[in-house]
């Protein structure tokens, strides 16, 4: 199993921006498709984005597309989440998973352990 670590999280503004990193330390995250997902208080895990293994499309939902960005840079064997224009609406939170290919939330076995981002002024 994929052991992943995210990073990055903290209090920002709103308006602001923050970028969340997803590392492993054992394996080639650009064998896997790996998402970005976010969990709010009282509110269902729902994914925002995801790149798939080898060609690296990248997907983002509709509701953040603008303002949020996966990318991976295999020399640090990191996935970034760049988030721009935050919203109070964007504090939860994130996670990142791997999986063979993109998917829903229950299709990914492996699962870091979340950090907060929290939008406030």
């Known amino acids: 199993q994929v052991q992943l670590v995210e990073s990055g999280g903290g209090l920002v503004q709103p308006g602001g921006s923050v970028t969340l990193s997803c590392t492993a330390s054992?394996?080639?995250?650009?064998?896997?498709?790996i998402g970005w997902f976010r969990q709010a208080p009282k509110k269902e895990r729902e994914g925002v984005a995801c790149?798939?293994?080898?060609?690296?499309?990248?997907f983002v939902v509709d509701s953040v597309k603008g303002r949020f960005t996966i990318s991976r840079h295999n020399a640090t064997n990191t996935v970034f989440l760049q988030i721009v224009t935050l919203k109070l609406e964007d504090t939860a939170v994130y996670y990142c998973?791997?999986?063979?290919?993109?998917?829903?939330?229950?299709?990914?076995?492996?699962w870091g352990h979340g950090i907060q981002v929290t939008v406030s002024s």
């Open positions: 054992r394996i080639p995250l650009e064998n896997y498709a």
């Open positions: 790149l798939t293994s080898g060609d690296d499309r990248s």
């Open positions: 998973a791997a999986n063979a290919y993109c998917s829903g939330p229950s299709d990914f076995r492996s």
